[in-house]
């Protein structure tokens, strides 16, 4: 791949978290686009996890498509909070995934391989939770997008690298905005 898809694949990325932040319906269609572009250029770095992750992605945009729109309105679903249960089963997943791709793998001493492994985990966990409009996945993606942004820089991909150091910022952003339409549904 060249430097032009992955810039178009870069422009895209942030389309869809500009609209996500403003839960408009249609950052799933930009979000489809960018991983599917996002997959050959991972795979041709030598990025694995990446690359499926982004299938993964392209997936859920179709779930997150609907999600946000099953009740026939553009942006239906509302901002909502998750309990400790919940972060303590995405933290425990989060754990016994990487973990197992990491042991069928054998690259528990390889760096790399373990970024790699625990941010597409954790990506797959935070992904679910946008769909599913929980706050707090912003929290996640502030960590993830901050340890994929080195991931991306020690494999030449510095505009990857540039839009997940932007990513990390946006998703502060993002858990804002969040959490101002959280406390605005909860006063009507």
């Known amino acids: 791949m060249n430097d032009a898809w992955e ?25 489809a686009m960018a991983s599917g572009i996002f997959t050959g250029i991972f795979w041709q770095a030598g990025l694995p996890m990446q690359a499926l992750l982004q299938v993964f992605y392209v997936a859920m945009a179709a779930v997150g498509w609907w999600h946000w729109g099953k009740d026939g ?7 909502s909070r998750a309990n400790w249960r919940y972060h303590a089963l995405v933290l425990s997943a989060l754990v016994a995934l990487s973990g197992a791709t990491l ?12 970024v790699d492994t625990v941010s597409s985990w954790g990506g797959v966990l935070a992904t679910w939770m946008v769909t599913r409009k ?10 993830i997008d901050a340890l994929t942004a080195g991931l991306y ?8 690298s540039a839009l997940y150091i932007v990513y990390t910022g946006l998703a502060f952003i993002a858990w804002k905005q969040w959490h101002s339409s959280l406390r605005l549904h909860h006063k009507t």
């Open 7 to 31: 810039a178009g694949a870069v422009l895209l990325g942030f389309a869809y978290l500009i609209l996500a932040i403003r839960e408009m319906r249609s950052c799933w269609i930009a979000g």
């Open 73 to 79: 309105s553009a942006d239906a679903r509302t901002v």
């Open 103 to 114: 042991l069928a793998r054998d690259s528990l001493s390889d760096l790399q391989s373990v």
């Open 134 to 143: 929980k706050l707090e996945a912003w929290i996640y993606w502030i960590a």
């Open 153 to 160: 820089l020690d494999a030449g991909l510095l505009a990857s």
